[in-house]
């Protein structure tokens, strides 16, 4: 027989789930950093004057970009050790499934930021590059000092919302059983033979609306900042 809906248990397995959003940040934040590294050597790549490193840097991006999270989820965590095994000839399948899902989705975010900055990058007017230059800065520091403040106000928007895309695909981690947020909520489920799945999904929608708010309004908050001084310099 079926239960009828109770928002009453909607609200109390909240706090069962909360603690597991700690781990649904770990997953983001460390996927977010890996995929900015990796994502920056890729734009730097693309803006490179050499064919070669600009083709190699396009098909990663198109490959990436093209192939499923949950598909590169599993090729990571099925495909990993097998390519460890056979290349090297140890055994990783044994690590933790964080390891493998922060692989998958630093893979996953590198490919749409490198993009962004690439973009970002090319947004900063070449002449204060030359004239910084010109003032006696070496090319390294022109780029540092001039160039890349600039190119990070313009990514800020970008990389937001590849934060917040990545924060919700996150939630595939339970797929290879790394217990999350997401991961927490079908193991209430199958504890109620099914019921109170309603509720449950609730609950995390809730949890997740709340987190993605608070991430977008760090961004703004982030964004009217630089912006302030930016339009300061431009004055």
Known sequence: MDRPFDIAFAFSVIPVLLPFLAVTLAVTI???????????????????RSPLWKNLAAGYTTVLRCTPSIV??????????????????????????GVFVVTAFALIMSAS?????????????????????????????AQLRIVLPQAAVSALPNFGNALIILMKEGALAYMVGLIDAMGQGFLVISRNYGGRALETYLAL???????????????????RRLGRGRRSVNR
């Open 30 to 48: 460390a996927s977010a950093f890996a995929g900015s590294v990796l994502g920056l050597a890729v734009a730097r790549m693309r803006l490179s």
């Open 113 to 141: 930021l490198s993009e962004v900055f690439r973009s970002a990058w090319l947004s900063v007017d070449r002449g204060q590059f030359e004239a910084a230059v010109s003032a006696g800065l070496s090319p390294l520091q």
């Open 72 to 97: 590169l989820l599993f090729l990571v965590y099925y495909g990993l050790p097998e390519l460890a095994r056979a290349l090297f000839g140890f055994r990783i399948e044994f690590w933790h499934k």
């Open 205 to 223: 929608s809730v949890l997740y609306w709340g987190l993605t708010v608070l991430v977008e309004r760090g961004f703004l908050a982030a964004e």
